[in-house]
């Protein structure tokens, strides 16, 4: 399943930043807009990966994992 994110861009002389609506923390800073669309991609992928390894570590041993749509 894809999962799609809003990635809010600007450019701020000759920087380009940006982070991802949905997930605070995640933001980065590139000298172009298409290093910066994939160094975001990079950053949101392991930010994900680290969330998902703390909330797996947080559960123990035995849980369920339910998917909810909204």
Do not use: H, Y
Request: hydrophobic share 40%; aromatic share 8%.
């Amino acid at each position: 399943m894809e999962r799609k994110f809003t990635a809010v861009i600007t450019r701020d002389g000759p920087w380009w930043i940006g982070w991802i609506k949905e997930i605070p923390g995640v933001n980065c800073q590139e000298k172009t807009r298409e290093e910066l669309l994939e160094t975001l991609k990079v950053t949101l992928q392991e930010a994900l990966d680290l969330l998902e390894e703390e909330s797996s570590s947080m559960a123990g041993q035995e849980f369920e994992e339910e998917l909810i749509a909204l």
